[in-house]
């Protein structure tokens, strides 16, 4: 009578009876488990309590049987017991008198567990130990975990008792703390197809690679779901089971239809994936179902450009994923889409209609590859301006016509006005420290000569990168304040000069014997004003900045396409430089 749930389970659970293990060898997945329980029946190091936990279906109550046919195998204890004594049988059945298995789901009450304790005074029948195997223990009630408690502190020789949970945090500390602890692990979806295919071979029916993909995936690491759902489809399956089938008889969408609608939505063919949509719901397929694939598709797609490449995690194969979607979307993109399923999902019970729901979220997905963040759009803006100014990106003659347009309307609000001011004002202070005059005539000041001796100085005070670094400087003025000021022409040594200009200025200072304030600039090699073309002058005033010689050849060969900035971002810094003038 204990038994009632496992036998009504047996009726239609065929082949997750049929492949229950009858061997610790058999017992999938659970390697460490299955080690330690046979290393210490060999040594017969044998606990009193046992507590088995984890996940529902993967192994947790065949474990507790084995354990059981192994201690009372009537061929001796053996981590292989025969399974053909009475005893092993018996087990294997259900029906031994000595292995009494309760389901602590309906026997929760301290009742239940007094009559245990008025039991297990009983020595075993017919066996070396009466063991109980007590299933789902932490739905026992609190006054039923006291009694048993002072049970297993105690128990009598014979007596072992095995508790399975999948929920091991309900089961108090005081019995936890007395038990032999097992963790059962999930099963990987690779495995449960090996087994799959094997419970297929053995029924003599064809099995496609696929369909076994879906059901392991769908059984989501519990061994008894993956064979539960097997029977299932096996049943309408007649010889042969195919992915077809089981999307034809119940119902589901499946990862292909569902990338084949979300692709058509977000190329922006909105009628078609409609289309797709209606023929999903006219096959049955419920509302539920199409959010949940869908929300799957896209986990899958971002997974995929996070660069995972299982197709246990991915959740399909990899021949499935359509690499034109992934490479089109950003995964800021693809988290929104997801995020919108998900919600979508969330919000259909109280949905006036699901199916206008899942039509209006695949119709938006049509401006999904338009979809930007905040961070994004600034990161954006950052680069188009960096790269203008560098001469990456090229502007093409009609957007200065539009800007030459935009700055002569009297439309726009002075204070938006370009200022034609701007772009001169640079160049003639420029002008005046490009003087190549070195001040040699004022006392106590450095030029280019002295840099070998301020460099060695720094080399031996342990900074020779910064030394080294320092050889970089081209020129050395003094300004008008006395500042020096050092002028490099490499983007490279020039900024990593600046980040240390605290210990320069104090190399400087000391090799002069007096402080002495140092300012860095940026040169080019050589400068003419006039070979800046005017549409580039009208975009360092919008930018701002100085826009050099390397710039303004290549912004000379306009190119073609001017909407593709993306492609231009890759350009590496190849010539032009945006100068900076943070030390002006
Ligand atoms: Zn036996």
Redesign the pocket.
Known sequence: MYNLREMQRSTYEVTATRKRPQDFDRLVGQDFVVSTLENAIKENRIAHAYLFSGPRGVGKTSSARLLA?SL????GMSAH?????D??REIAKGSSVDVIEIDGASNTSVNDIRAIKEEIMFPPQTSRYKIYIIDEVHMLSTSAFNALLKTIEEPPEYIIFIFATTELQKVPLTIRSRCQQFKFKLISQPLIMECLRSASEDIGIKADEDALFWIAKESTGSMRDAYTLFDQVAAFSEDHITLEKIREKLAIAGFSAIAEVASAAIQGKQDEAIDRISSLFSQGVSAEEIVRDSADFFRTLLLYKEGIRKPEILGTALSDIPESIAEMLTKEQLEAALKAFLNLYRDLRYSLSPRFEIELLFSRLGSLQYLSTPDVLMKKLEALKEGVAEGSIVIKKKLTKVIEDASAAAAIPSQMQIPAAVPEEPQPRREEEKVPEPAEAQKKTASISDLKEISSMLANSKKSVLAKQLMDIEGIEESEDGALILSLSKALSFNNLKLQAKDIEKAFSSYLGHAVPIRFRLTEEKKEEDDIPENMKKLRAIFGGIISKAATVSASAVQEEPNDEEDNYDQSVQSGYFENEDDE
């Open positions: 046919k009372n195998c009537q061929r017991p025969c399974g053909v004594c005893s092993c």
